[in-house]
C-alpha cells in the first residue's frame, strides 16, 4: 500500500464548478512521493480551487482521490490533516494575534494524547508532552532561521517572514503532503531565493512531498521535478520541467503571452 | 530598573510556561494576594465590602466567563446574564432541595448546570458566526429570563419571584457577614483565574485563538471546530454560572430573574470591551471601570454646591458623562485598558530609559 512507486496522491477526473460555473474540469495526475510537483498557470486557471479540492476544504463534483493509498470521493479538512496533509494559504492566513511560537504549536495539536483538562490543571500526561511539543516546535523554528522572533505576534512581523511562520506551521503538523499556494508571492528576490531553499531543505530533509503553486518560472524550473500547467480549468501540460517548456500549448497559454 | 528582565533565563521548557515568568509580576502577584486576603477583610468597612468589592469581584469574573468565549474563542454573546441566572437558580435549588449539600458543591454544580445551558445555547455556532451568532445567545437571554419568571418551581412558588439566598455557611463557619461574602466570593474568583489563565496558555486556549483568528485555517491544521468552539461555551458558561451564584448568594442575597436581565448581559459585554478582549487582566480593569467610575462620578457631583444642578439632573448627568468617558476612551484605546497596562509595563522595563 506504502510501496515508494505508488503515487502519494493521484487525482483521477476530477471536476469542480461554482453553481454552474466550471473552475476545473476533468483533471488527472499523479504526485509522485518524495517530489517537489508544481502547479502553474494563468491567474483563474483553477490552482488553488485543486488545492482546496486536495485537501477539503472544496467537494469536487466529479471525480474521486487517492491518497496514501486510500480512495476518497472527497476529503474534509480535518480528516486530510489526521491523514499527513498540510498547507499554507495564497492570502496569508495565520493565527494574527498569536505569537511565531504559538502558531507552530498549533500545528502540533493533532499529536496531542493528554486531555483539555490535564493540560488545563496541568497534571497527568500533559508537562512531559508540553516539553515534547516545545521541542518539535522548536526544532522547525531553527530550521526555518525563527529563533529571534519566537515571542513576536505574527501580525507584527514583515510579510515574508509571515510566509515563512506559515511554513513553519504547517511543517510542524509533520505532514506526508506539504500544499503550498504561492509561498513566494509578492517576494523580493533574495526572499525568494531563501524560501525556495527552504522549500527544497524541507524535502530533502524530511523526504516530504511537496505540491506548490507559483508563478515565478524561474524558481518553478529550478525547484521542481515535476510541472502541471492549468488553464481555465484544464490540465494542457504535465511533465518535467524541461518537457513542459517546450510544449507548444503551455507557451500560447502561459509562458509566451502576458497575462 | 525594578522591573527588568535582566538575568531572568527560564532553564526549562517547563519554567518558560510558568503562568508569571517574570520574578517581580510573581512577587506583585503574592503581594497582591496577601493583600486582598489578609488586609482588605481586616480594614474594609462594610459598605467597601458589600457594596463595592464582591460586585467588583462577582462582575469582573463574570467578565472572564464572557472573555473566554468572545475574547479567546471569538464567539459572540449576549447571553452572559442568561447563563448566570441558570448558575443562581440551579445552586438556589440545589441548596432548596438536596439536604446537606456543601454549600461550594452546590455553587459548583450551579456553573455545571449553566455549562450545560451555555452548550447548547452554543450549538447554532457550528453553523452560524457572528452577529447571527448574537442573535441566537439573544434568544438564551429572553427564553431563560421567561423560564425562570413563568415557571414558578424555580423560585419555590414564592409568590414575588423574588427568593431570599439561603445563609452562607461553609463546614460549620458563617459567612453572612460582610468579610466572609467577601473571602468566599475572592476564593472562587482567585481560583477560577488561574484555571483560566491555565487554559488560555494551554492547546485549548490556542485553539480557541486559532478558530477566532482564522477558522478555516484552523480547520486545515487539523483543530476540531466544534469540539472547541463547545468547550469555549461550557467553560464560559460554567464560569458565568458561578458568578451568577455568587450575584445572588454572596452580594445580593435574593435570587430573582430581574437581576439578570438584558441589561447585565451588556454590563458584562461592556466591561470585556472597556478592559480588553482577549485578557485576563482585562476582566479586572474593566470591572473596576464600570463600578468604580460611577461611584466616583456621584462623589465628584456631591462636591458640587448645592442648588446648581437639580437632584433630578444629576443622575442623568452623571450618566451622560459616564457615557461619554467610554466613547472617548475607547477611541483612544480600542483594545482596552488591558492596552494601557502592558504598554505601561513596557514603558517599565526599560525605564528610566526611553527605548
Do not use: C
Amino acid at each position: 500500500m506504502t510501496e515508494i512507486s505508488s503515487p502519494l496522491l493521484r487525482l483521477e477526473g476530477i471536476s469542480l464548478s461554482f453553481k454552474g460555473v466550471k473552475a476545473i474540469s476533468d483533471i488527472s495526475f499523479d504526485v509522485a512521493r518524495g517530489r517537489i510537483t508544481a502547479l502553474i498557470g494563468p491567474n483563474g486557471a483553477g490552482k488553488s480551487s485543486l488545492l482546496n479540492v486536495i485537501n477539503g476544504v472544496y467537494r469536487p463534483q466529479a471525480g474521486r482521490i487517492v491518497f496514501d493509498g486510500e480512495v476518497r470521493r472527497r476529503m474534509d479538512p480535518h480528516r486530510a490533516a489526521v491523514r499527513g496533509i498540510a498547507r499554507t494559504f495564497q492570502n496569508i492566513a495565520l493565527f494574527k494575534g498569536m505569537s511565531v511560537l504559538d502558531n507552530v504549536l498549533t500545528g502540533r495539536n493533532l499529536k496531542r494524547r493528554s486531555s483539555w483538562l490535564e493540560q488545563a490543571l496541568r497534571i497527568g500526561r500533559a508537562p512531559a508532552e508540553d516539553d515534547a511539543q516545545r521541542r518539535r516546535a522548536e526544532e522547525v523554528i531553527a530550521f526555518l532561521h525563527l529563533q529571534p522572533w519566537r515571542h513576536t505576534l505574527v501580525s507584527k512581523l514583515p510579510y515574508g517572514l509571515q510566509k515563512r511562520v506559515e511554513l513553519a506551521r504547517a511543517l510542524a503538523a509533520e505532514p506526508k503532503l506539504l500544499l503550498l499556494d504561492e509561498p513566494m508571492a509578492g517576494m523580493n528576490a533574495e526572499e525568494k531565493r531563501e524560501m525556495s531553499r527552504f522549500v527544497a531543505d524541507v524535502n530533502r530533509e524530511f523526504g516530504t512531498t511537496v505540491v506548490l503553486i507559483e508563478h515565478d518560472i524561474g524558481v518553478v524550473m529550478n525547484l521542481s521535478d515535476h510541472v502541471v500547467v492549468l488553464d481555465y480549468g484544464r490540465k494542457i501540460g504535465d511533465g518535467p520541467p524541461d518537457e513542459v517548456r517546450r510544449n507548444p500549448e503551455v507557451i500560447a497559454a502561459y509562458l509566451g503571452t502576458r497575462h | 530598573m525594578f522591573y527588568t528582565e535582566a538575568g531572568q533565563f527560564s532553564g526549562h521548557y517547563r519554567a518558560d510556561r510558568r503562568l508569571f515568568r517574570l520574578r517581580q509580576d510573581r512577587y506583585a502577584l503574592y503581594a497582591l494576594l496577601l493583600f486582598a486576603f489578609a488586609v482588605v477583610p481586616a480594614i474594609g468597612s462594610d459598605y467597601w465590602l458589600n457594596a463595592i468589592l464582591i460586585p467588583f469581584l462577582v462582575l469582573s469574573l463574570a467578565g472572564l466567563g464572557l472573555n473566554l468565549l468572545t475574547g479567546y474563542a471569538g464567539q459572540l454573546s449576549l447571553g452572559s446574564a442568561a447563563f448566570m441566572a441558570v448558575g443562581a437558580f440551579a445552586t438556589y435549588n440545589l441548596a432548596l432541595r438536596v439536604p446537606g449539600l456543601p454549600l461550594l458543591v452546590g455553587i459548583a454544580l450551579g456553573g455545571v448546570f449553566a455549562a450545560a445551558a451555555s452548550v447548547l445555547f452554543g450549538l447554532p455556532s457550528l453553523r452560524i458566526k457572528g452577529f447571527y451568532l448574537l442573535v441566537s445567545t439573544l434568544a438564551a437571554q429572553f427564553f431563560v429570563q421567561w423560564l425562570f419568571t413563568k415557571v414558578s418551581w424555580f423560585s419555590n412558588d414564592s409568590a414575588s419571584g423574588v427568593i431570599t439566598a439561603p445563609p452562607l455557611r461553609i463546614a460549620g463557619h458563617d459567612l453572612s457577614n460582610p468579610a466572609g461574602r467577601y473571602l468566599l466570593t475572592l476564593g472562587f474568583v482567585v481560583a477560577l483565574t488561574l484555571l483560566a489563565r491555565n487554559v488560555v496558555k494551554s492547546e485549548l486556549g490556542r485553539n480557541w485563538m486559532a478558530v477566532r483568528d482564522m477558522d478555516t485555517a484552523a480547520a486545515v491544521i487539523g483543530i476540531p471546530l466544534a469540539r472547541t468552539k463547545l468547550l469555549a461555551f461550557a467553560l464560559s458558561g460554567f464560569i458565568l454560572g458561578v458568578a451568577g451564584a455568587l450575584w445572588a448568594f454572596t452580594y445580593l442575597g435574593t435570587v430573582e430573574p430581574h437581576g439578570f436581565d438584558l441589561s447585565r448581559s451588556f454590563q458584562v459585554l461592556f466591561i470585556i470591551i472597556i478592559g480588553g478582549l482577549g485578557s485576563i487582566a482585562g476582566n479586572f480593569l474593566g470591572a473596576a471601570f464600570i463600578v468604580l467610575l460611577p461611584i466616583g462620578l456621584s462623589l465628584l457631583s456631591g462636591l458640587l454646591p448645592p442648588g446648581v444642578i437639580d437632584a433630578g439632573q444629576l443622575e442623568n448627568l452623571q450618566k451622560i458623562v459616564f457615557g461619554l468617558l467610554i466613547i472617548g476612551f475607547l477611541i483612544k484605546e480600542p483594545e482596552g485598558l488591558a492596552r494601557l497596562w502592558q504598554q505601561l509595563r513596557e514603558r517599565a522595563r526599560v525605564w528610566p530609559l526611553r527605548y
